[in-house]
């Protein structure tokens, strides 16, 4: 099998938007993958206090904010696809989003951006909130970090 998927996320350095796409392959259970394509997308500085500041916002203005940067990463890999000449090639979109809560010990975390407004954006399906499932689990919420150490 082989996956074509843009992934992305944001880190807390609030440097930018990463984006990446990768074709994973899937052969007797052996994957490896090769990366196409990859650019980190820098924050103005509207972006960058928005981001920052989430964490101090009430309940509406937050999940306004959760939607606005969906919308955000949708458009922001729409021009991705266009730079990269992708149309057409990709499968899925992985997006890890932003940060905002964690506390795992609590059983709780949260990233900011919609998956449901990215894939408005791009018309793609997009995997999503890829945290919380493993936080319900009791585990850190980073469920994808042991495949990559393995």
Not at 79 to 85: A, K, M, P
Not at 109 to 138: C, K, M, N
Request: aromatic letters at 8%; glycine letters at 10%; hydrophobic letters at 40%.
């Amino acid at each position: 099998m082989v996956y074509k998927v843009i992934g992305v996320m944001s880190g807390s350095s609030l440097d930018g938007l990463d984006i990446v796409f990768t074709e994973l392959q899937e052969r007797g259970g052996v994957w490896s993958f090769e990366i196409k394509a990859a650019d980190c997308i820098g924050y103005n500085k509207l972006w960058e206090q928005h981001l920052k500041n989430a964490v101090d916002l009430c309940a509406k203005d937050y999940l306004l904010l959760h939607s606005d940067y969906g919308r955000f990463i949708g458009q922001s890999i729409h021009e991705f696809i266009d730079r990269n000449n992708l149309h057409h090639q990709v499968n899925l979109i992985s997006s890890h989003g932003h940060t905002s809560f964690h506390l795992p010990k609590n059983k709780m975390t949260h990233q900011l951006g919609d998956g449901s407004a990215i894939a408005a954006e791009t018309h793609l399906p997009v995997v999503s909130d890829l945290r919380s499932i493993d936080i319900a689990f009791g585990g850190q919420g980073a469920p994808i970090v042991p495949v990559g150490e393995k």
